[in-house]
């Protein structure tokens, strides 16, 4: 069974904010929630991860619901090169790492 | 530098071959897989590894093995190579809360 649920695609104007949604709704309490990108056909690339409070980085934020049942990646001002599938995970430590069919995101120009 | 290394780019076996994937990681990593990637289906795993000599089985195991005698190496072995098993081949390490760091992958052609 999917841990997470995402959409299947998405399109973002460059420039503009993208805001990538995941579903989790059956997160336990010592999971996280990791984000990585793949771009063509390179190896997926990390983005971001947290526990329970919202995360910043250079790349991105990401925002968890207080029930932490869902999450939103925030590509503050998305370029053509944030084109790439977008992958929303949720593990423990010393745990499998499994990737779902992620968000295609779009960005146009 | 962290890296992930595969041995190999790409690579051409014959069907009934035995074939090694070669993985290497630089940073003390605790934990490895391997993932195919075929198109339409994303990335799938086969196997984990969590520490030294031991292994979880992934999605997709049936036609691998996979040996761990050192930490930093992590092996992928297909026993009899099938037309079926070409695929794109993607290796990965990661500590305790850690990001995950991936080879630039291996592409396999079986014929």
């Known amino acids: 069974d999917a841990k997470t649920t995402q959409p299947t695609s998405m399109d973002c104007a460059e420039g503009r904010a993208a805001n990538l949604p995941c579903n989790h709704s059956?997160?336990?309490?010592?999971?996280?929630v990791y984000w990585y990108r793949q771009i063509h056909s390179q190896g997926p690339q990390y983005i971001i991860h947290?526990?329970?409070n919202n995360e910043t980085n250079e790349m991105a934020s990401l925002i968890i619901t207080e029930d932490r049942k869902s999450s939103t990646l925030i590509l503050p001002h998305a370029t053509l090169r944030d084109t790439a599938v977008y992958y929303c995970?949720?593990?423990?430590?010393?745990?499998?790492?499994?990737f779902g069919a992620g968000t295609r995101l779009t960005v146009k120009p | 530098d962290v890296k992930v290394t595969q041995s190999s780019r790409y690579l051409v076996k014959r069907t009934g071959e035995k074939v090694f994937l070669e993985c290497v990681q630089d940073?003390?990593?605790?934990?490895m897989f391997w993932y195919r990637q075929d198109p339409g289906l994303g990335l799938r795993l086969i196997y984990f590894?969590?520490?030294?000599?031991?292994?979880e089985k992934g999605d997709i195991p049936e036609g691998y093995s996979v040996s761990r005698e050192k930490k930093e190496r992590f092996s992928l072995i297909l026993e009899s190579a099938s037309t079926n098993q070409t695929s794109m081949y993607l290796c990965?390490?990661?500590?305790?809360?850690?990001?995950?760091?991936f080879g630039q992958g291996t592409r396999l052609t079986v014929v």
């Open positions: 947290g526990l329970k």
């Open positions: 940073m003390d990593h605790e934990n």
């Open positions: 590894s969590y520490d030294v000599k031991m292994k």
């Open positions: 059956t997160i336990s309490g010592n999971e996280y």
């Open positions: 995970i949720v593990r423990t430590y010393n745990n499998d790492m499994r």
């Open positions: 990965a390490s990661d500590g305790m809360n850690t990001e995950a760091f």
